[in-house]
């Protein structure tokens, strides 16, 4: 019913940049709160960022001031700019979206995921 995609990881070495994209499609009637999770090998699933769908944001400490979160709502799509990447921002990084798909029904979707590695 409802997919998200990720795209924008790869390779970086450290101080580098990457932004991350994740567009939502199919039967979406609006999405509210989009998030960005990540995974390193070893460690649980943890929450970096989030945007409301009027745009207010929080981060976790350890990305504040290097990551941006932002949003095109008319593209279903949320977006993460990651700036002065560190080696332990390496994971592979998820989108999360909470869809309202009726009137009556919301659920939160996940995407596939991304890998970002930061290396030298």
């Known amino acids: 019913q409802v997919q998200l995609v990720e795209s924008g990881g790869g390779l ?9 994209s994740c567009a939502a499609s199919g039967s979406i009637f609006s999405i509210a709160t989009m998030a960005w999770y990540r ?13 409301t769908s009027g745009g207010s944001t929080n981060y976790v400490d350890s990305v504040k001031d290097r990551f941006t979160i932002s949003r095109d709502n008319a593209k279903n799509t949320v977006y993460l700019q990651m700036t002065s990447l560190k080696p332990e921002d390496t994971a592979v990084y998820y989108c999360k979206a909470q869809v309202q798909t009726s009137h009556y029904r919301v659920e939160d979707y996940w995407g596939q995921g991304t890998q970002v590695s930061v290396s030298s």
Do not use: D, N
């Open 39 to 51: 995974q390193a090998p070893g460690k649980l699933r943890e929450w970096v960022a989030r945007i």
């Open 12 to 20: 970086v070495q450290p101080g580098g940049s990457l932004r991350l």
